[in-house]
């Protein structure tokens, strides 16, 4: 496909940050030419048995923009995590920036809306966040110009980053040897998964790419960045030309075979709000536990 402001000359700076309770990978990516930055996939650390939520993976975040004396523009989620909560209204309190998220969360806090049960107070509009991303929007990040593509499957509102020579992907590809994520969770699809992968292939070979998460796969170290060239020959779920229902046919039988994420209550909750945590009638913070709806 055609993309939007390509340019490979355009060289963000990448650091990632790696959560080892959830396996997330967070970044602060720096638009060499000035202080901008943006931050993407941020974590807010909770205990879930003890019903604890804290700051300290945020606060390092933090205080990486802050050492360096960056100024935040963007805080992206490349989806509604199922295994980790966004800390990005946190950050936001903190650093400012606006929060962005996929157009088609709508329709993530639709079908989560109904699963929760959330009352009329639950906006699914997608207002909790500062930008809904479509297709193709760019935006910028200091002298910078990003953009975003629509990558469902994993979940509807998934997109992929493109920032200069650097895309980020979510979870719309693991490392080549880690393959891809699972597309069966509501509103997930394994076939579309499997073409939203042939678009981000579609990026130049050179292009680095940096994933969301990591599980070392065989024990090797955690690592989290390849480029588009490798996942193309090596990605074991997709790479070597696979077709789309051998890709089909693995991702569904694999996905069956798969227990939910261990925070997967909490996080939905939290993430279709842009991080925010949900209150009770009485304004006071609580989670809920539907029975026997996912
Ligand atoms: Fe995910």
């Known amino acids: 496909m055609e993309f939007p402001a390509l340019n490979m000359a355009v060289s963000?700076?990448?650091?990632?940050?790696?959560?080892?309770?959830?396996?997330?990978?967070?970044?602060?990516?720096?638009?060499?030419?000035?202080?901008?930055?943006?931050?993407?996939?941020?974590v807010l650390d909770i205990d879930y048995a003890a019903g604890r939520i804290t700051y300290d993976s945020a606060d390092r975040l933090i205080a990486m923009?802050?050492?360096?004396?960056?100024?935040?523009?963007?805080?992206?989620?490349?989806?509604?995590?199922?295994?980790?909560?966004?800390a990005a209204p946190y950050i936001?309190?903190?650093?400012?920036?606006?929060?962005?998220v996929g157009a088609r969360i709508v329709e993530v806090q639709d079908t989560?809306?109904?699963?929760?049960?959330?009352?009329?107070?639950?906006?699914?509009?997608?207002?909790?966040?500062?930008?809904?991303?479509?297709?193709?929007?760019?935006?910028?990040?200091g002298g910078m110009t990003a953009f975003a593509i629509a990558t469902p499957g994993h979940t509807p509102a998934c997109m992929v980053h493109v920032i200069g020579d650097a895309a980020f992907a979510g979870d719309t590809l693991f490392m080549p040897d880690g393959g891809s994520a699972r597309a069966d969770f509501p509103g997930g699809d394994a076939a579309q998964l499997?073409?939203?992968?042939?678009?981000?292939?579609?990026?130049?070979?050179?292009?680095?790419?940096?994933?969301?998460?990591?599980?070392a796969p065989g024990g090797r170290a955690i690592a989290w960045e390849t480029?588009?060239?490798?996942?193309?020959?090596?990605?074991?779920?997709?790479?070597?030309?696979?077709?789309?229902?051998?890709?089909v046919r693995f991702r569904e039988e694999r996905d069956a075979q798969l227990s939910m994420p261990?925070?997967?209550?909490?996080s939905l909750q939290v993430n279709m709000r842009a991080g925010q945590i949900p209150q009770d009638d009485e304004g006071v913070p609580m989670l809920k536990v539907p029975v026997n709806r996912l």
């Open 227 to 247: 480029t588009i060239g490798e996942q193309k020959a090596d990605n074991i779920h997709v790479g070597g030309g696979k077709t789309r229902d051998e890709f």
């Open 92 to 100: 936001q309190q903190k650093l400012g920036g606006k929060i962005g």
């Open 262 to 266: 261990k925070l997967i209550i909490p």
């Open 12 to 42: 963000p700076e990448v650091e990632g940050v790696f959560d080892p309770a959830s396996n997330t990978i967070s970044y602060l990516v720096r638009d060499p030419g000035s202080d901008a930055c943006a931050i993407i996939d941020s």
């Open 65 to 86: 923009v802050e050492a360096r004396g960056l100024r935040l523009e963007w805080i992206i989620e490349t989806h509604v995590h199922a295994d980790h909560l966004s």
């Open 194 to 215: 499997y073409d939203s992968i042939q678009k981000v292939l579609s990026l130049p070979d050179e292009m680095r790419l940096f994933i969301c998460h990591d599980y």
């Open 112 to 141: 989560f809306g109904k699963i929760f049960n959330e009352g009329t107070e639950f906006q699914r509009d997608g207002s909790q966040f500062d930008a809904l991303f479509e297709e193709g929007d760019t935006y910028t990040i």
